[in-house]
């Protein structure tokens, strides 16, 4: 081989090894993101545009993938997956009560007489302690929110009155307030992953569940429910959440790209369930 050959092979190497340098250097980081509701739902929708946006600010470094349907696991297992490292994001809020007592007042019944009257909170200095407790006690650090609106219950039979909870099964999400509640007004209460309810519900195991109405049609819960009782008992918000291990280990410089990306996703978010604001 002569020298200019030579010289050729290795600037043909040379430029492999920076094509290949740039490929890697072009994706560094996948988060994956898994919600409980489907394509269709609100919180999928933002969580796309999270994606988007972030991986747009990043020129493609962090992409985000999405997983609807509790198809990367049901809610409690992703929170516990996020503290072990094993899932980087997911959106929920009244299940972290579990770690962080105070979340139990995103949930507390009837609390709330608006939808502005829940966003003050949010936004304010009692939302900025929830966040705090969240962050310290679960390892699961807020990075927006999003309005829901009012948990309403389903049932195949009227709902007028206390008196006709008695012995009422029904489905809650994990979270010790509902549970309480529930029982207290007569009802028998289960401790049920989101995506079981509707098998649960079509094969009598459960009479009845509660959630917001935008949940209960992408879930097709009209199919295996006659009446949606309008009790709006609960007005809360949600989290998009990003585990605490996780963003400890990104640069500053990405940290602020999460949180614009952030509150990019939380204004559609915002458009379709009411007035929110980044904190």
């Not at 796309?48 to 962090?62: M, N, P, Q, W, Y």
């Not at 007004?185 to 519900?201: D, I, K, N």
Request: hydrophobic share 45%; aromatic share 6%.
């Amino acid at each position: 081989m002569n020298f200019k050959t030579t010289i050729r092979t290795l600037a043909a190497g040379i430029a492999l090894a920076a094509l290949t340098g740039t490929a890697s250097f072009a994706q560094e980081l996948t988060l994956k993101l898994g919600h409980l509701a489907n394509e269709q739902n609100s919180w999928h929708k933002a969580s796309v545009k999270f994606g988007e946006e972030l991986s747009a600010l990043t020129d493609g470094r962090i992409v985000v993938e999405v997983f609807p349907n509790d198809s990367l696991g049901r809610e409690m297992d992703l929170i516990n997956g996020m503290q072990l490292g094993t899932v980087e994001m997911t959106i929920t809020v009244e299940s972290l009560q579990n770690w962080a007592p105070m979340a139990a007042l995103l949930a507390v019944p009837y609390a709330y007489n608006s939808l502005e009257e829940m966003d003050a909170v949010a936004s304010g200095d009692i939302g900025e302690q929830i966040k705090a407790e969240i962050i310290d006690r679960a390892q699961v650090r807020p990075i927006a929110y999003f309005a829901r609106g009012p948990r309403n219950l389903t049932s195949n039979r009227p709902i007028a009155s206390p008196d006709d909870l008695n012995g009422f099964r029904m489905r809650v999400p994990n979270v010790p307030l509902f549970v309480d509640t529930w029982s207290a007004l007569g009802a028998s209460p289960t401790p049920m992953a989101f995506s079981e309810v509707f098998t649960s519900l079509q094969n009598g195991t459960i009479e009845g569940q509660e959630n917001p109405l935008a949940l209960i049609q992408s879930a097709s819960f009209n199919e295996v429910q006659s009446h949606v009782n309008l009790t709006e008992h609960v007005r809360s918000w949600i989290y998009l959440t990003i585990a605490e291990q996780t963003w400890n280990q990104l640069s500053e410089e990405d940290q602020a790209h999460v949180m614009t990306a952030a509150a990019a996703a939380q204004c559609p978010a915002s458009a379709l369930m009411g007035p929110n604001r980044l904190n």
